[in-house]
């Protein structure tokens, strides 16, 4: 047979399904984990203007949770940065002056929001989801007391930490 005409032969068997082919197959994992995730901002709390005998002032903040759907989490208050303030009393400052106040859990102000020492209070949550934010209400009080009676006139300040466990 010539050359030709075995090239022929091969080329005929080729058109006509003579060649075999073979496939193989397999499978992978695809996996993930979520990690469970936090984060939280908080309005400020701003009282106002409040005058000696002139009874308590109050107002409230927010603070704004997200986390992770279903995790578990809460919130804590410090005493503030005000030097001698505690979360049974905190204090705000101007200059060398203080302003006692103090945070609730609820509007009623009969329970302290705080870290949980002393009769303090955390409060607990449940994550929505990180797109949605779970709101929880701070209440503050300025109360008329004899302290703040004698207060000196100017602005007053503390900070809060407020801290998340999950």
Known sequence: MRKNQAMMLIFGAVLAGGANSATTTTTFAVTASVQATCSVTATTLAFGAYTPGAGAITNNSTISVKCTKNTPYTIALNGGTTVGGTVAQRLMASGANTLQYNLFTTVAFTQIFGD???????????????????AVAVFGQVLDSATNKAAVPGSYTDTIAVTVTY
Do not use: F, I, P, R
């Not at 949980?116 to 779970?134: D, H, L």
């Open 116 to 134: 949980g020492s002393g009769t303090s209070k955390t409060v607990a949550g449940t994550g929505a989801g990180v797109a949605a934010a779970n």
